[in-house]
């Protein structure tokens, strides 16, 4: 149902788009997230965006580096990373729900009904 794409290696300081496809799904009437796995850390929050209102959520940690958007026509969201550092190394994995979560909401982890398989970030210093 989620198919997540755009990873790679990159140096510090660089840019990378990932994508994440979400089949069978209505995006104006849902919360897509995206989290990540980073070696040893527990799985974090990144950013979500509910789609009736456009409504954004950003970790303090990417926010003013990290873009998330949607294109509902393609069902597909975006996660423009800017200013790669080092410590955003890991595994991104989208994610969504079925209803127009509220802010509180966007950031946990269960609040999301389905996970795709995750694409892999690495950000050489």
């Known amino acids: 149902q989620l198919q997540a794409s755009g ?18 799904r209505t995006l104006s009437s849902s919360t897509m997230g995206w989290f990540r796995l980073a070696p040893g850390k527990g799985r974090q929050f990144v950013a979500a965006i509910r789609g009736s209102g ?17 294109d509902n026509a393609r069902n597909t969201v975006y996660l423009q990373m800017n200013s790669l ?35 892999e970030v690495t950000v050489s210093s």
Request: proline letters at 0%; one cysteine or more.
């Open 85 to 119: 550092k080092a410590d955003d190394t890991a595994v991104y994995y989208c994610a969504v729900s079925g209803l127009q979560l509220i802010t509180s909401q966007m950031s946990t982890e269960s609040s999301y009904d389905y996970w795709g398989q995750g694409t």
């Open 54 to 70: 456009r409504i954004t959520k950003y970790a303090a940690s990417v926010k003013d580096r990290f873009t998330i958007s949607s």
């Open 7 to 24: 990873g790679g290696l990159v140096h510090a300081g660089g840019s990378l788009r990932l994508s994440c496809v979400a089949s069978g």
